[in-house]
């Protein structure tokens, strides 16, 4: 097999292949390109949506041409696939402006060079176009039966699809044959709920353009899809109480996003350590037979720097280190800042713990202490009524609050 392709599948990078002989041939033979897409429906990437770039790098770094299609075209329908309910729709303002933004984000991760890497949006090629021409070119190429054969539409057909929604696999079987013809794009990856589209793409370009093995070696394309990502409790990976752990630093702290992968489980470390990072697997191994925490704070400090940067790593584990050991950098912790008038008033507990955001509601900050879950500079809390001012205060003139075992807060004052 294909070098990458083992790479691929040694990560888990590997579900389903329209023709794997075929594809692992091709790429024996040179470059090939290939892309993966996202929709722009949010004003950020999670780290859900990173787990096809991540290959992409893979298959970069492999020699191969990635294009990441953002879909500023089709986020104006909204994908059925892995999705209850019709997404709600956006503006399209709204649309060119996350265009703009996920750009930026994929950029920074994997360095567009208009060379190796870049980016497209759908956009340019589906804004403009006649439907009825649509309808007559490519909507005769598709079976209503095929298409309700597929998982993705079978579950919202419970619940009902909208003849909007069932029009997307028309679309993004129409992004693989442009890229196809202007690009020369022979791949398309993506999750495994994008099976699919992915395969329909695939027979649309057989269709339009005669690409079989036998036929037309020029235009026959493939595709292949990775595992849904979960965590070993089974549920979605990326998730947190708080909802989705973001890219965009105003949405997920560089902290917080460091801190979820500090406390993934024991039985996925492994697993992320090999989708999300690019150490190399003896080196994974190496890591993960050794202490389990220290192996899950180099998850952590690995993932936050492909995502936001050596710098900012370095300082989620400062800040994480003066957390949990008091032997880091506090003033990497996340930072809540007062004034020293409120300070002088007396502050209550509650208020402070709430103001924090380590606790919903005044409510939950007392559960919390009458837990004896919080502490105050290190000290237990156990008076819910307790009003804090200057003697309080740490030997830095500050505060560090804990919640459970996993949450802290620096407070400090102006």
Same mark, same amino acid.
Not at 92 to 110: G, H, P, R, S, W
Not at 237 to 249: N, P, Q, S, V, W
Not at 300 to 325: P, Q, W
């Given at each position: 097999?294909?070098?990458? %392709?083992?790479?691929?599948?040694?990560?888990?990078?590997?579900?389903? !292949?329209?023709?794997?002989?075929?594809?692992?041939?091709?790429?024996?033979?040179?470059?090939?390109?290939?892309?993966?897409?996202?929709?722009?429906?949010?004003?950020?990437?999670?780290?859900?949506?990173?787990?096809?770039?991540?290959?992409?790098?893979?298959?970069?770094?492999?020699?191969?041409?990635? /294009?990441?299609?953002?879909?500023?075209? #089709?986020?104006? /329908?909204?994908?059925?696939?892995?999705?209850? @309910?019709?997404?709600?729709? /956006?503006?399209?303002?709204? +649309?060119? &402006?996350?265009?703009?933004?996920?750009?930026?984000?994929?950029?920074?991760?994997?360095?567009?060079?208009?060379?190796?890497?870049?980016?497209?949006?759908?956009?340019?090629?589906?804004?403009?176009?006649?439907?009825?021409?649509?309808?007559?070119?490519?909507?005769? !190429?598709?079976?209503?039966?095929?298409?309700?054969?597929?998982?993705?539409? *079978?579950?919202?057909?419970?619940?009902?699809?909208?003849?909007?929604?069932?029009?997307?696999?028309?679309?993004?079987?129409?992004?693989?044959?442009?890229?196809?013809?202007?690009?020369?794009?022979?791949?398309?990856?993506?999750?495994?709920?994008?099976?699919?589209?992915? #395969?329909?793409? =695939?027979?649309?370009?057989?269709?339009?353009?005669?690409?079989? @093995? @036998?036929?037309?070696?020029?235009? #026959?394309?493939?595709?292949?899809?990775?595992?849904?990502?979960?965590?070993?409790?089974?549920?979605?990976?990326?998730?947190?109480?708080?909802?989705?752990?973001?890219?965009?630093?105003?949405?997920?702290? =560089?902290?917080?996003?460091?801190?979820?992968?500090?406390?993934?489980?024991?039985?996925?470390?492994?697993?992320?350590?090999?989708?999300?990072?690019?150490?190399?697997?003896?080196? +994974?191994?190496?890591?993960?037979?050794?202490?389990?925490?220290?192996?899950?704070?180099?998850?952590?400090? $690995?993932?936050?720097?492909?995502?936001?940067?050596? $710098?900012?790593?370095?300082?989620?584990?400062?800040?994480? *280190?003066?957390?949990?050991?008091?032997?880091?950098?506090?003033?990497?912790?996340?930072?809540?800042?007062?004034?020293?008038?409120?300070?002088?008033?007396?502050?209550?507990?509650?208020?402070?713990?709430? *103001?924090?955001?380590? !606790?919903?509601?005044?409510?939950?900050?007392?559960?919390?202490?009458?837990?004896?879950?919080?502490?105050?500079?290190?000290?237990?809390? #156990?008076?819910?009524?307790?009003?804090? !001012? &200057?003697?309080? %205060?740490?030997?830095?003139?500050?505060?560090?609050?804990?919640?459970?075992?996993?949450?802290?807060?620096?407070?400090?004052?102006?």
């Amino acid at each position: 097999m294909n070098k990458a %392709l083992e790479t691929l599948k040694a990560r888990g990078f590997f579900a389903q !292949c329209t023709d794997e002989k075929g594809l692992s041939d091709l790429m024996d033979k040179g470059p090939v390109a290939f892309y993966v897409g996202c929709d722009p429906t949010g004003p950020s990437l999670h780290i859900g949506h990173m787990v096809p770039f991540f290959a992409l790098k893979h298959l970069v770094k492999a020699g191969h041409i990635g /294009i990441a299609l953002i879909g500023g075209g #089709t986020a104006r /329908i909204g994908d059925p696939s892995g999705k209850t @309910e019709m997404r709600k729709m /956006i503006s399209y303002e709204q +649309i060119d &402006q996350n265009v703009e933004t996920i750009k930026a984000q994929l950029d920074k991760f994997i360095g567009f060079d208009n060379k190796t890497a870049f980016s497209a949006n759908n956009k340019d090629w589906l804004a403009d176009l006649n439907y009825i021409d649509f309808l007559r070119d490519i909507g005769s !190429c598709f079976s209503v039966n095929k298409m309700l054969s597929f998982e993705a539409y *079978k579950q919202r057909l419970e619940r009902g699809l909208s003849f909007i929604e069932f029009n997307y696999q028309l679309l993004q079987s129409f992004d693989f044959l442009r890229l196809h013809e202007r690009y020369n794009v022979k791949l398309q990856i993506g999750g495994d709920d994008q099976w699919g589209n992915i #395969t329909a793409g =695939v027979d649309l370009i057989r269709r339009k353009l005669g690409g079989t @093995e @036998e036929l037309n070696e020029e235009h #026959t394309v493939y595709g292949l899809t990775f595992p849904l990502i979960t965590r070993s409790d089974g549920k979605k990976m990326g998730k947190t109480e708080k909802g989705a752990i973001f890219l965009d630093e105003s949405l997920t702290s =560089v902290y917080d996003f460091f801190q979820y992968w500090r406390n993934v489980a024991d039985p996925d470390v492994e697993k992320f350590f090999k989708l999300f990072t690019f150490l190399e697997i003896d080196e +994974i191994k190496s890591i993960c037979a050794g202490d389990i925490n220290a192996a899950k704070e180099r998850l952590a400090y $690995e993932v936050t720097k492909e995502i936001h940067g050596k $710098e900012k790593a370095d300082s989620a584990l400062a800040g994480a *280190k003066a957390a949990f050991s008091g032997e880091g950098d506090k003033t990497q912790m996340p930072t809540l800042e007062l004034s020293k008038a409120e300070l002088d008033a007396g502050i209550g507990v509650l208020s402070l713990f709430v *103001k924090a955001g380590l !606790c919903a509601s005044n409510g939950d900050a007392r559960r919390l202490i009458q837990g004896n879950g919080a502490s105050l500079n290190g000290k237990a809390l #156990t008076d819910p009524t307790m009003k804090v !001012c &200057q003697e309080n %205060l740490d030997g830095d003139g500050e505060l560090v609050l804990r919640a459970g075992k996993k949450k802290f807060s620096r407070i400090v004052f102006k």
